[in-house]
């Protein structure tokens, strides 16, 4: 069983940083592309609801949303099966619940995508 297990929430004030880990555990074999979404309040628990914020291919090329660009860095450590988001100069509108995503084969060389649970951060004054 494959597990993605996020870290680092919080609330903090506008302005300030924060860093949100995540790690896969189980049987991996490897891990392709990871990536970082969120789901603003208010918005239906979808996945169609969550926005890429992020994503890291294994080779380490990056991807970001316009909303991120200049202020988030993702970076990962496969010797750890694990991912990170650093967030800088936090914005009101950064709040959500953030999820760890990634296309991780296992097992007996099955690959599927996996989702963590989410962890909340909240930027308020």
Do not use: H
Not at 29 to 53: C, F, H, N, T
Not at 66 to 92: C, E, P
Not at 98 to 115: E, K, L, M, Q, V
């Amino acid at each position: 069983q494959v597990q993605l297990v996020e870290s680092g929430g919080g609330l903090v004030q506008p302005g300030t940083s924060l860093r949100l880990s995540c790690t896969a555990s189980g049987s991996i074999i490897g891990i392709e592309e990871m990536s970082w979404y969120r789901q603003a309040p208010g918005k239906q628990r979808e996945l169609v609801a969550r926005d890429l914020v992020a994503s890291i291919s294994r080779r380490g090329s990056t991807k970001y949303a316009d909303s991120a660009k200049g202020r988030f860095t993702i970076s990962r450590d496969d010797a750890k099966n694990t991912v990170n988001l650093q967030m800088n100069s936090l914005k009101l509108e950064d709040t959500a619940v953030y999820f760890c995503n990634a296309d991780i084969t296992y097992d007996g060389n099955w690959r599927s995508n996996f989702w963590g649970q989410g962890t909340q951060v909240t930027v308020s004054s």
